[in-house]
């Protein structure tokens, strides 16, 4: 059984040729800049340090995360964020669903994302059906009477052979909303409608959403071609995406005790897979 060891984030930068970063739970809770957050950031960017912020954000626009950023007092240029709303774009592309009728569930950024990944929007419920539904965030949204109108959709279209492509960029179950609070994300309310499907028509590939944030493939992939290396370790605080995403694509881990996860020593981690095992732990980032 795995059993992750202390350390600190000196050796780290000091031992990998690439620093990947989670954003809520690491460098901020939600709201404000974790401690030592900021002073970490402006030391890589002196130093040269090669690090990327890795965020399941899909709400966002890059520009207004580095504009978010900087408010909080961090000075992190756009080409070092990677998110998984960014990741749109691959799917669209490898799928061939350009100009396929698209609903987005969220924000005018994650609308903007699609459309930008070449999909045409239409609105849930309209006159045209949608091919595609990328559900981009938690909110605003009626979620009871939206879940029973994809219910309804998927189950009905699933039945015709031709089912509608669900896609997730944001896999977060929950996040960081500020000090001791949390939020449910959009895959939280994803999973309610894939639990739905499955009891209506049992276990389908084609009744699950594409998931593209971590613990997912195609975020590592980007992150590891902007690095330029695969030595390169994860700093993250959740063991269900962070740890277990890079664990998956094979690049250590190292998770924080400021966000989600509250296990502050190896021993807390004896029940837990290996597959959601760290091979560090860091107590912050100072």
């Known amino acids: 059984m795995a059993v992750p060891t202390q350390t600190n984030v000196s050796t780290l ?3 990998y040729s690439a620093l990947f970063f989670d954003s809520f739970g690491v460098l901020i809770d939600g709201v404000d800049a974790l401690p030592g957050a900021v002073d ?5 960017n002196d130093e040269g340090t090669n690090y990327f912020v890795v965020t399941n ?4 626009s890059l520009e207004s995360r580095v504009k978010t950023f900087a408010s909080k007092g961090f000075d992190i240029p756009q080409d070092r964020i990677i998110n998984s709303g960014s990741q749109i774009t691959g799917y669209f592309t490898e799928n061939k669903v350009q100009d396929a009728p698209t609903v987005v569930l969220g ?3 994650a609308m903007d994302y699609t459309t930008t990944a070449g999909g045409r929007l239409i609105e849930l419920g309209g006159t045209e059906e949608p091919d595609v539904v990328v559900v981009g965030h938690s909110g605003p949204h009626d979620w009871e009477s939206t879940l029973e109108k994809l219910l309804e959709l998927f189950s009905r279209r699933f039945q015709q052979n031709n089912p509608v492509r669900l896609v997730l960029p944001n896999p977060d179950f929950i996040y960081p909303n500020g000090p001791g609070n949390f939020g449910f994300g959009a895959a939280a309310f994803v999973n309610l409608l894939e639990q739905a499907l499955e009891r209506l028509h049992g276990s389908h590939e ?4 594409t998931k593209l944030g971590k613990p997912y493939e195609p975020i590592f992939a980007a992150a590891v ?7 390169a370790v994860m700093i993250g605080d959740q063991l269900e995406t962070d740890i277990l995403g890079a664990n998956r694509v094979g690049i250590d881990s190292a998770v924080v005790t400021t966000g989600i996860s509250r296990r502050i020593s190896p021993d807390e981690f004896e029940d837990v897979a290996d597959e ?3 091979r560090y732990i860091l107590a912050s980032l100072v």
């Open 40 to 44: 970490l950031i402006t030391r890589m």
């Open 57 to 60: 954000d899909a709400s966002v």
């Open 13 to 15: 930068i000091d031992q």
């Open 276 to 278: 959601l095992t760290p």
């Open 107 to 109: 924000t005018q950024d």
């Open 225 to 231: 071609e902007r690095a330029g290396t695969n030595h």
């Open 206 to 209: 084609s009744l699950l959403a």
